[in-house]
């Protein structure tokens, strides 16, 4: 038996770990997900966009020091979900941080990261679906289609996976995360062999020449590749994942610290792998964010239909965000219905066991996307995802603070830290929260969009503070209702 398998099954025995409090939104769920779901729901949320699309304008900026800016952050990342792996493994749930930070933040703190963390996956969702349509209209046959209709479309056929059952979700991850996983591997593949044959690509001979001939590592220096992090670090966007698939998984102890541990070597080898393969083949000026870098290395060596691949991999790199935010959204506004904290609608589960309520709550969100869609069809992407980048940070940070406050309590006694662990807390949560805020501070560099997004903080912050009075009485209501 492996070390995981006995230190999750000692965990599964620990009277103190099955003696923490239940979340009410956890009851009335399929376990339906498979090992194979939940480590295909893992990769999917460790390869997206931000790769396929965002590596080629970040290559041009920084270098091929990005390859350093993205296993930093995908240290940072891996932090995170390895922390919210051993939370899991205290008590699975699928309200996940927000029942975490019920439990360990109190009810203010579940609320603050159930909305933050809805206000990111509907923003994302409006995003993903502007995207879904401009990825289409890439093909002549939907060019004559208006953007706002593909965008509607897209919204429909996801939320319909969604509101089927949970399984029909699981399948579609996992067949998203093979389309992106292949991809990869298949670039890396033909990248390896230009490099050992020593192939031109585009006039260049693939080697070490490449990055020392056009400027070395640090072409422009230390400071792109700082402020470069500050976006690379939302490309790991929907790592967290893993911690609400786990409540709908009959063996959280073994799934998710196997699918919580193969994390980290597939962000070295996919997204360092992948960066250093592309700084090898071509200098970093000549990829650019307007295009995938994939496609600009296969194009330069006269690979057929070379956009026309990625862009459907892109497309459905897209279509899995979709899917992942209705999922998610759904599951943690039903935790926070439960406790008074979100619109009681969204606590109502179907006969399929899919909690629709939330999930129609987000998808109307994304509706008002198809009307961005439909009256600034050239803004709607930037507009939102800037918005989105904020849920995620805070969302982060926050499962960080639930762990540093899980860790003081087991060692006043009052808790069991199961064997599988983040190593080094609290330094480790604390150089993550901090390396978290530095990211936020740094888009105040970006005086276009960042700037103005960070000075949406305020408002963000009066919203919740007059939701709070709002719902708090109910919330109030309903702990003595469950205290009874």
Known sequence: MSKDAVDTAQVADDPQVAQAPADAGDAGYSKDLKARHINMIAIGGAIGTGLFLGAGGRLHDAGPALAVAYLVCGVFAFFVVRALGELVLHRPSSGSFVSYAREFLGEKGAYVAGWMYFLNWSTTGIADITAIALYTHYWSAFTSIPQWVLALIALAVVLAVNLISVKIFGEMEFWFAIVKVATLVAFMLIGIFLLATQHEVGGYTPGTAVITNHGGFLPHGVMP??????????????????????????????????????????VALFYVGSV?????????????????????????????????????????????????????????????????????????????????GGILLTCGVCVLGVGLNYLVPSQAFEIVLNVASLGIISTWVIIMLCHLVFVRRAKEGRVTRPHFRLPGSPVTEIATIVFLLACLGMMW???????????????????????WFGVRRRVGETAKQSQQ
């Open 225 to 266: 590749v700082i402020l470069v992090m500050q976006g690379v670090i939302f490309a790991y966007a929907a790592l967290e994942l893993v911690g609400v698939a786990a409540g709908e998984t009959a063996e959280p102890h073994k799934v998710v610290p196997r699918a919580v541990n193969s994390i980290m070597w597939r």
């Open 276 to 356: 250093v393969l592309l700084a090898l083949l071509l200098p970093g000026s000549l990829y650019s964010g307007a295009e995938s870098p994939f496609v600009t290395v296969l194009s330069k060596v006269g690979v057929p239909a070379a956009g026309d691949v990625m862009n459907l991999v892109v497309l459905t790199a897209a279509m899995s965000s979709l899917n992942s935010g209705l999922y998610s959204t759904g599951r943690i506004l039903r935790s926070m219905a439960m406790s008074g904290s979100a619109p009681k609608f969204t606590g109502v589960m179907s006969r399929t066991q899919v909690p629709y």
């Open 445 to 467: 560099n970006d005086e276009e969009v960042g700037r103005r997004t960070l000075l949406l903080v305020p408002v963000i912050a009066v919203m919740l503070v007059a939701g």
